[in-house]
């Protein structure tokens, strides 16, 4: 399934789920007998997420107004979604949006899939940047160089 335009709107795991939460309303609204799935779409779905979906079910041939298909093709949207892995960054200060963006399109064109990014702040590290992915853990701070240097030059606090 071909999904990459609703996935390009996402680079953090908040931002997935903020989609899937949109997404779970849209299929639970299917069923309603005084609205029309194009109703629903315009009232549940922020306008990004909305054009998204509809390029997504052109690129897949799905008619979001054949509700069985439609509700099964969200099913297996949320579940995709829910797949992504994640990768957790630690920084010493509040990233910009765009610095988080910058993040996730490198990991995506270096690693040849989607990655979500899950960020944390913790201003012990000092500066620098705290990486896990896929069980591996690497720490790029300025805390860890710093005691390495302190201890390598036999400084004492």
Do not use: H
């Amino acid at each position: 399934m071909n999904c990459s335009a609703l996935l390009n709107l996402m680079t953090t795991r908040t931002e997935a789920n903020e989609i899937t939460k949109q997404l779970e309303t849209l299929t639970e609204s299917l069923y309603e007998v005084k609205s029309s799935v194009e109703k629903n779409m315009d009232k549940i779905l922020t306008q990004e997420v909305k054009e998204a979906l509809k390029q997504v079910c052109r690129e897949n041939e799905v008619d979001f107004k054949n509700v069985l298909a439609f509700q099964k093709f969200l099913e297996n949207l949320k579940l995709t979604v829910a797949a992504l892995p994640a990768a957790r960054l630690t920084f010493a200060f509040e990233p910009k949006a765009s610095t988080i963006k910058k993040i996730g399109l490198w990991m995506e064109n270096n690693l040849k899939e989607k990655i979500l990014v899950e960020t944390e702040v913790n201003p012990a590290i000092v500066g620098g940047l705290l990486i896990e992915f896929n069980g591996n853990y690497k720490d790029y701070s300025l805390r860890e160089k710093l005691s390495s240097y302190f201890k390598g030059n036999n400084f004492k606090f």
